[in-house]
């Protein structure tokens, strides 16, 4: 029995065979990820003008190292290549994508309604439960790819 994943349930990893291939090439086609300076200790890195401060009660995605915009996108990608998408519509889209670093380090990106294919993402820190979810899923997910 793998560990829970939280009280949320629109925050949890969609099986693997909730997508197939053309559905995750479709996502990848559509989808993009734009960051927010909300969650960014060095926002001009993001062409964010003007720079500004992340917010406090935020997690800034490039706290351990900075994260340039091409490594952000191809880490979105390479998480619904795997599949690690929380539940979505027919047609529609998943509200999270979670990834993982070559470090080991855990990300979540999320959309809001209203933006629904601009994700911004932030790191998951050790104390968020959901790191180690992750990190697990996403280590049997590379061990099957």
Known sequence: MGKRQGNRPDRRIAPADFTDEAVRRMLIERLRYVGSAHHKLRPADYGFHPPSNPRPSKSPCDDVRSIHPQEAS???????????????????????VWT???????????????????????RLGEDDPMSMVVLAEWRRRCRED
């Open 74 to 96: 191809a880490l979105f990608r390479r998480g619904i290549e795997l599949g690690m998408v929380s539940r979505f519509p027919a047609g529609g889209v998943p509200k999270y």
């Open 100 to 122: 993982v670093d070559e470090m080991g380090e855990v990300y979540e990106a999320k959309t809001k309604p209203d933006r629904e294919i601009d994700y911004h993402g932030f």
